[in-house]
């Protein structure tokens, strides 16, 4: 069994559904809310740990209520939290979600406790995953002190230290991400996996297109999470040695089937779960 190490974010999601998503400017009412464990570091950490990985989480949540309920299923799926820091005036980070019928969404995040996230002691891994929801120095210092395998999933865009780009064995964006960072991506010397949502993923080394996927037919319904699942099983899949092209089937497959279940916990799926899609 190999052993992630994610360092991120930890939200707690207030997701509503509603019929339409709204323009700028535009009151859409008639949503249904319900709130969810999130929080791109956390996601896929727990991920992760479905797929099969043994995982630790190094995250900061506030000392409130919201973290209790925010850390609930990792602690129920068993992701190692002993590196898990509670903020003493922060409040854990929330994120306002709506989602359409479609399963298309808009996300606001407020970070609290995970802007201030910083790292001391990084514990022995055989992969790290790291997102841009902490402070991208945060990334940059355990970038440079980590030995195994990196991935950078430089999400949400945003102003990265070059070494992270130079570090990174595997960056992750999606095409709007991709094109936001344009040529500063050229930096990475590892593999550099696109997603397209349902038009499936790309994933190139050094310009050279390695391998492509799409993911298999779903009743889609709430795509929150299945990028973060992606990003999750994909570093497992390479870790765990399988081939270029059989590491993006199996994230593709685990992506799609993150956005048949509502919220984005809930619906990341087990091991079982994407080999019956495979």
């Given at each position: ?62 000392d ?33 979600i709506?989602?359409?019928?479609s ?16 790292v ?19 990334v ?30 595997l ?108």
């Amino acid at each position: 069994m190999s052993h992630i190490l994610v360092v991120g974010s930890v939200n707690l999601d207030f997701s509503a559904s509603v019929s339409r998503l709204p323009a700028a400017g535009e009151t859409v009412t008639g949503a249904t809310l319900e709130r969810f464990p999130g929080g791109k570091g956390a996601n896929q950490a727990l991920a992760a740990r479905r797929l099969g990985a043994d995982v630790t989480l190094i995250a900061s949540v506030g000392d409130d209520a919201t973290a209790g309920e925010a850390l609930a299923l990792l602690r129920e799926g068993q992701v190692d939290l002993a590196h898990c820091v509670v903020h003493p005036a922060a409040p854990t980070g929330v994120a306002l979600i709506s989602v359409a019928p479609s399963g298309e969404n808009h996300i606001v995040v407020a970070p609290g406790a995970n802007a201030a996230l910083t790292v001391d002691e990084l514990p022995d891994a055989d992969a790290l995953i790291c997102q841009l929801e902490v402070p991208g120095d945060t990334v940059a210092d355990i970038a440079g002190r980590f030995e195994g395998f990196f991935c950078a999933n430089l999400a949400p865009a945003t102003e990265i230290d070059v070494a992270v780009l130079t570090r990174a064995d595997l960056i992750v964006v999606n095409e709007t991400e991709a094109a936001w960072y344009g040529d500063s991506l050229r930096a990475c010397g590892g593999l550099i996996a696109t997603t397209h949502g349902a038009a499936g993923a790309e994933l190139r080394k050094d310009g050279e297109l390695l391998a492509t996927a799409r993911p298999p037919a779903v009743d889609a319904i709430d795509s929150t999470g299945a990028g973060d699942t992606f990003t999750a099983a994909l570093t497992v899949a390479l870790v765990e040695g399988m081939s270029p092209r059989g590491a993006l089937e199996f994230a593709c497959a685990a992506g799609a089937k993150a956005t048949t279940i509502r919220g984005a916990q809930p619906s990341l799926p087990t091991r079982k779960d994407v080999e019956a899609l495979l």
